[in-house]
């Protein structure tokens, strides 16, 4: 089991917010605009993972129910994915990296 730890450098190397699955999310859109992203890289404080949308594949489910798992899926290409040797895809909507089961 993968744990994949909620940090700048999972966040700087994230590519959840590109991703067809999180852009194409109404929600999330409407999360994203919260953020002070630019506060982010700065190197302050990470904000809360629920109001984050993106390393999924640490925080779990995204809280937005209008995911389309039939959209293009960039996690394969995630240098987070590569760093863990992750195994599985749709962390947004399938939870964290180490609660997905791969069949």
Known sequence: MVR?????????????????VNRFSECSINHEHQLDV????????????????GI????????????KGEKSCLCPACPVDVEFN???NYYCINGR???VVVA
């Open 4 to 20: 994949v730890e909620y940090n700048r450098d999972s966040f700087n190397e994230c590519l959840c917010g590109g991703c067809p």
């Open 38 to 53: 630019e506060a982010i890289e700065r190197d302050e404080a990470m904000p809360p993972p629920q109001l984050l949308a």
């Open 56 to 67: 999924y594949c640490s925080t779990g489910k995204s809280q937005c129910h209008d995911m």
């Open 86 to 88: 992750l195994n599985s």
């Open 97 to 99: 990296a180490e609660e």
